[in-house]
């Protein structure tokens, strides 16, 4: 679980399939996911962009 200051408390959880990896983002408050791919290379990366396009879809609510 990681603590983000704008959107409180948020599961993040990595799967790898070969080169690519695929981190969800699910808001706990709200059961929001959300998911993004990029190269397994650059997990912090893919994370990034999962929590930006969680941030996103909750702003759309």
Same mark, same amino acid.
């Given at each position: ?5 704008e ?6 959880e990595?799967?790898? #399939? ?15 996911e959300?998911?993004?791919?990029g190269?397994?290379?650059?997990p ?15 702003? #759309?609510r």
């Open positions: 679980m990681k603590r983000d200051a959107l409180g408390d948020i599961i993040v990595f799967v790898r #399939n070969g080169a690519y990896l695929k981190c969800s983002a699910v808001h706990v408050k709200t059961g929001v959300v998911s993004a791919m190269p397994a290379r650059e912090h990366a893919v994370e990034r962009v999962a929590v930006a396009k969680l941030k996103r879809a909750l702003e #759309n």
